[in-house]
Every structure is written in structure tokens, then in C-alpha cells.
């Protein structure tokens, strides 16, 4: 079946203003409403998780419905099921017998209420050749812009799935200087709640305030969604043991992240884990989209991180009457310790064993959903492109509150160091073994990153040069760009890095956006794009940049063409 785009903007509320249609249809009935919209995931050939919450006092059990016609006179999977305030009147569901590779409508009932109409898809045949596009996603700050991301990825005329690789919310609050508030108090998208998350009452109301957004609500509603976390559906920079935003007296770490994580798998389309199964542990999973691809889903922050390196902390040493002095050689030694870990040894052990079983059912290409850059990036060396002269008058020329910082940045990028330690090239022997697994599984890796705020383009290599895959890094959704802390240009930072950077092709801090990936069994090609603004409505979209490459025999992987 085949769903039009006409019927489908219809259906899932995507008109003008996107503030029409069911999702303002999801009235009150009583003391029962659906005001945080519907979504899909984790869809298999004959299976596909439903979602819903429903807004409610007491227990309330409701009615669910898949369909192959808008019409829902074609009901092909249905059910019950109940939800209370245990689970934060949330419901999930498996909608099982359906077909592969076809389209589907869905909706839930209670009593003389109906939800919003949502679409989903089916995983396609294992024969299957067709061509797969994936919208690819990350770190979307409700208070620094409207969702218009989201809204561009509603309407997109083909859509598969859309991957979403994390920072789906933030645990800021709406203090002054809180991350994103210049902009969240002109647009009055304030924090809910106010404060800095701690409770599983924090994170569920932040939760639902995300998915109270029209725009968010249409993307989900479009296609099933492939979900993982990052770190601020927690804290900042969360590593096994703790974050650096959960500070002494804060929160206990372990009662603050089970909060997190209980909302998350409670608010999210994400299949839970089977009984023994820990909820970090259920987030690395695979699906296989016919010969077009395999995706792999790895969890790169709470399974097994090693705490990360701080050059403040780890790069220093004391120094004559106490005063800090650089340490590269004791830095690289920290660095390289093989016992730095980011996946750990069962979740590696399960992607070398997931992507043969891939390559050897003839899936073209291995698609890594990953959080963080994988790439290999040092630094940006201003200094050896910028005459001293100029770049003391560039630094003078900023406010005087982040001078020195940026003159600390600068000299410490001097010194042939990675750009970031929270990303891949903090724990560089775990990238090694990865490398090592997808090459013995003659894979064709496409690894798909988020977390930087930032599109990239990379061409993959080990550390004596080699190559082993691309990785295309997608900007956020509206989280801001990271190159104002070097005091550089957007557009100049970028092309420095991609200057000085064997393995980078692209680095765009500009935009904010997603990526449109399509598949094939011969070519894989990413189209990266912006949208002109977060901060009004309308707004327009444009390819930024597209890049493809070709299958090129057993576990080859063609060189990165732009165009």
C-alpha cells in the first residue's frame, strides 16, 4: 500500500503552521486526552513497537488499531492494552502479523476518543533491493529554537526511518545563564520544569514537554523511529561512573541516571529489554533493511565509557613554584591506554559477530548508528596558518570575558592534540578493536555520529592509515554550534579542520539540520541539510552538501565523491 503525500500531511498534522489536523483534534473526552501524539519504532519484517500517552488521573485502558488504509476500514493488527501513573500513563505496544515492507496507519482509542493518525513501515524483505532512505538526527535543545528540523523531516516526500542518535532532550533548567536560555526566553520556551532535572518526576516532565511540540510530534508520527541516547537524556559527558554535570551533592549518580533512563524507555519507541536485561544493554540492536544495509545501534556513554580525559586535568603538570606546565608525552600516555573503553567487551564481541551475520545475508553495507565523531581530528593549529601579529588582534577583538580561553585553546591545538576528548578520539585503542572486528567481518561501514552540533563527512582510517569506512556526523536540531568557544568564524574553523585533518572531507558548523541518507545494494549517498532558521516560522531548507560512495567488492568501500 501506498500512502500519498497529500493524504499523509493530513494525516499526521503536517499542514500550515502544523497546528491542524489530528494532532489539535486530540481533544479532551472527560478527564482522557492524547496530547503528546503518537509514535512508532524498532519495526522488524512482521512487527512494529506503537507508542502513546495517554493524559489521565487513573488507570485507563484503551484501544489499538494498524490498518492498511487511512480509512481504517483494513484493520490488520489490533489489541488492548492498560496504562496507569506507574509508567507515566504511557503505552506501549507490539503490533505483530504484518507484512514486510509495507506501509501502515495506526491510532489508539479510549472509549469515544480518538488519537492522532500515525504512519510506520515494516522492515523490507531480505531479497529485498529497493533503495532505503534514513533521516538521521541528533541534540535538539527545545529552549534554543523552534523544531523545524523536525517539521522538514514530516514532509519528506520518502522516508524509511528516521534515527535519532541522542540528545533527543537536555537536562538544563532556565536560569539565566542556562544552556540555550538567550534564545528560549525571546521565544518563550521555557524549561519544564524550571530547574536543572534530578527525579524521575524531572525527567518525565521534560519528557512530556518535549513531545508536546507540534513539530516533534509530526516527524514522529511520519515513520517509525531507530532510537538511542546520548548523555543529556542523563547529565553532560555521562561515563560509566558518573557525569561531569552531576556534581558533589547533586544527585546519587546511580539513582539520577536509572530516573533518566526509566523515563527515556518509558517516553521513547524504543522495544524495552527481555526479563535479566539491563536498560543500557537493550539499546545495541540491529535491524536489516533487505541487501540495502544493515543497521547496528551501539550505546557509546553509560554501558562501559571510561571516565574522559580533561586537558585542564590531564594534560598539565605542577610546574616550578606550583605554576601549570604542558605534559604531552604523560597526556599520550593517558590517551592510548588500552584499558580506556567506550564499548566494552560484550558489546564489541556482539558487533563483530551482528555484521558478519550481515555481510555473509548479503547486506551491502554496514551502518553503524553511533553517538559521538569517530574520526581521527586533531585540534585546529590557527597559529600555523595565522601570523602572531594577527592572531593577537583577532583574540583583542573579542569579548575580554573569553580571551583568555581562547588564547589557552589556541596554544594548546598547537600541539597536535584531538579537537575533542568526549568523541572517539579519547579512547583511541577502543577504535582499534572496532576497526579490527568490522575488518574481519568484511564489512562496508557507514558509521552515522551526532553529539557535535556539526555535519561531517570523514573517510575512516586505522591508525597505520588504512582505510575501513565514512562517517557522516550530523548537525543538531537546534543545539547550537560549538565554534564560538575558539573565536573563529564558522565557515574559517571549518575548513581549517578539514585542512589539517587527513581523514576529514567536510566539517560545516553552520547549519542546523539532519541528514537524508539513501541506500542502495551499489551506493550509499548522505544529502546534508539546513534549514534557514530556528527562530521563526517560515523557513526553507537546502542541501548543504551531498556525498556519496560505491560497494566496490568484498568489504571495499570506494572513495567519498562529492555531488
Known amino acids: 500500500m501506498t500512502l500519498d503525500r497529500r493524504s499523509l500531511l493530513g494525516l499526521i498534522g503536517a499542514g500550515a503552521g502544523v497546528v491542524a489536523g489530528p494532532v489539535a483534534a486530540a481533544s ?3 478527564e482522557v486526552a492524547f496530547r503528546h501524539g503518537v509514535a512508532s519504532g524498532d519495526p522488524d519484517q512482521a512487527s512494529v513497537l506503537l507508542w502513546t500517552r495517554v493524559t489521565a488521573t487513573d488507570s485507563v485502558e484503551l484501544r489499538w488499531e494498524v490498518a492498511e488504509d487511512e480509512a481504517f476500514q483494513r484493520i490488520v493488527s489490533q489489541g488492548r492494552a492498560t496504562t496507569d501513573a506507574s509508567r507515566d500513563h504511557t503505552v506501549k505496544v507490539v503490533a505483530e502479523g504484518l507484512k ?3 506501509d501502515y496507519v495506526y491510532r489508539f482509542v479510549v472509549g469515544e476518543l480518538v488519537s492522532p493518525t500515525g504512519r510506520t513501515r515494516t522492515l523490507p524483505e531480505a531479497s529485498s533491493i529497493d533503495a532505503v532512505v534514513l533521516a538521521v538526527a541528533s541534540c535538539s535543545l527545545h529552549p534554543n529554537g523552534l523544531f523545524n528540523v523536525y517539521d522538514a523531516i514530516a514532509r ?5 526511518a528516521v534515527l535519532h542518535l541522542g540528545d533527543y532532550i ?10 540555550g536560555m538567550a534564545n528560549g526566553r525571546i521565544l518563550n520556551r521555557i524549561p519544564e520544569p524550571a530547574h536543572e532535572i534530578l527525579t524521575l518526576a524531572d525527567y518525565r516532565l521534560r519528557h512530556a514537554q518535549y513531545k508536546s511540540d507540534a513539530d516533534l510530534q509530526a516527524a514522529h508520527a511520519r515513520a517509525p523511529w531507530i532510537v538511542v541516547y546520548d548523555d543529556h537524556e542523563t547529565a553532560n559527558d555521562a561515563y560509566d561512573g558518573g557525569a561531569e554535570n552531576n556534581q558533589a551533592g547533586e544527585a546519587d549518580w546511580a539513582t539520577r541516571k536509572a530516573a533518566g533512563l526509566k523515563a527515556y524507555f518509558e517516553w521513547m519507541p524504543i522495544r524495552d529489554p527481555a526479563p535479566g536485561v539491563g536498560l543500557e544493554a537493550a539499546t545495541h540492536r540491529s535491524f536489516r533493511f533487505g541487501r540495502s544495509a544493515s543497521l547496528h545501534m551501539v550505546e557509546t556513554r553509560l554501558l562501559a565509557r571510561t571516565k574522559q580525559l580533561e586537558y585542564a586535568e590531564d594534560f598539565y603538570v605542577a610546574g616550578p613554584n606550583g605554576t601549570p606546565v604542558p605534559d604531552r ?3 599520550l600516555a593517558k590517551l592510548n591506554d588500552p584499558d580506556r573503553r567506550l564499548l566494552g567487551d560484550a558489546q564489541l564481541a556482539w558487533i563483530a559477530q551482528d555484521t558478519r551475520a550481515a555481510v555473509e545475508a548479503g547486506c551491502a553495507w554496514q551502518i553503524i548508528g553511533n553517538q559521538v565523531v569517530m574520526a581521527r581530528v586533531k585540534g585546529p593549529d590557527i597559529g600555523a596558518l595565522v601570523p602572531k601579529e594577527t592572531l593577537d ?3 583583542a577583538s573579542l569579548p575580554e570575558a573569553i580571551q583568555g580561553r581562547v588564547r589557552q585553546i589556541i596554544a594548546l591545538f598547537g600541539q597536535n592534540v ?6 572517539w578520539d579519547g579512547y583511541p ?3 582499534e578493536r572496532l576497526y579490527a572486528a568490522l575488518k574481519a567481518a568484511k564489512a562496508r561501514p557507514i558509521v552515522l555520529a551526532g553529539d557535535s552540533h556539526t555535519f561531517w563527512v570523514d573517510q575512516l582510517k586505522t591508525a597505520t592509515g588504512e582505510k575501513i569506512g565514512v562517517e557522516f556526523g550530523t548537525t543538531g536540531v537546534t543545539s547550537p554550534s560549538p565554534a564560538g568557544y575558539l573565536g573563529l568564524p564558522e565557515v574559517q574553523l571549518g575548513q581549517l579542520i578539514a585542512a589539517q585533518n587527513d581523514e576529514v572531507e567536510l566539517v560545516d558548523f553552520g547549519p542546523r539540520g539532519f541528514i537524508a541518507l539513501t541506500l542502495t545494494p551499489e551506493t550509499a549517498k548522505a544529502d546534508l541539510i539546513g534549514v534557514s532558521t530556528i527562530a521563526a516560522k517560515p523557513y526553507s531548507t537546502t542541501v548543504v552538501a551531498s556525498y556519496s560512495v560505491r560497494a566496490e567488492g568484498i568489504g571495499v568501500i570506494g572513495d567519498l565523491v562529492r555531488g
Open 28 to 30: 479532551v473526552a472527560g
Open 393 to 395: 588582534a583577532m583574540v
Open 418 to 423: 584531538p579537537f575533542n576528548l568526549d568523541a
Open 170 to 179: 537536555y537536562e538544563y533548567g532556565a536560569g539565566q545563564n542556562d544552556y
Open 100 to 102: 514486510p515492507g509495507q
Open 156 to 160: 519528506l516526500e520518502r522516508l524509511d
Open 329 to 331: 608525552d604523560g597526556f
Open 429 to 431: 585503542a577502543e577504535r
